[in-house]
């Protein structure tokens, strides 16, 4: 395993979601000892479900903002840094002959080996980091995201 993959499993388990109230960003780190987050900009408090679950430390069985037990992995990067780093190396491909498509295909190759990956719930899009890979959680699955999305929800 890869040092920057290994800093990445000392890391402590986090949640990461959006407040209801105000739309801020909410990181917090979860260690299974308290059942809610507040939100540093509003103070709006946000349960966290299936805390007391009963699971190895460390799993992550269902989402711990929303409860819904459909859940996706995918690396652990932004994906409009992504795009942008893609769409630098096209605009410079004519003058550098491709070479820059090249450069930024093989940086993208060494970060999909060295990041980590991040568990997001289909419903909410909570991200959950540091958790133990759960296998029941594959790749995004467009028919579950479309079927998640149908759903009806309270108003």
């Known amino acids: ?10 890391r402590p388990a986090s949640v990461a979601f959006v407040c209801d109230a105000c739309e ?4 917090a ?3 299974g000892s308290t059942d ?12 966290l479900h299936g805390v007391k679950a009963a699971r190895p430390p460390g799993s992550l069985d ?14 652990d990067f932004n994906r409009k ?7 630098v190396a096209a605009l410079l491909s004519v003058p550098t002959w491709g070479l820059s498509l090249l450069f930024a295909t093989l940086i993208d190759l060494g970060l ?16 959950h980091r540091s958790f133990s890979r759960n296998p029941a959680h594959g790749a995004f699955d ?3 995201a479309e079927e998640i999305d149908n759903q009806p929800r309270a108003v």
Request: glycine share 8%; aromatic share 10%; net charge positive.
């Open 1 to 10: 395993m890869s040092a920057l993959g290994e800093k990445q499993k000392r």
């Open 24 to 27: 801020a960003p909410i990181y």
């Open 29 to 31: 780190r979860f260690d």
């Open 36 to 47: 809610q987050v507040a939100c540093a900009r509003c103070g709006q408090r946000h349960a």
């Open 62 to 75: 269902r989402c711990l903002r929303c409860g819904l037990d459909r859940l996706y992995v995918q690396k």
């Open 81 to 87: 840094i992504g795009l942008a780093v893609f769409a």
């Open 112 to 127: 999909y080996f060295l990041l980590g990956d991040v568990t997001i719930c289909y419903g909410c899009n909570t991200q």
């Open 142 to 144: 467009l028919h579950v």
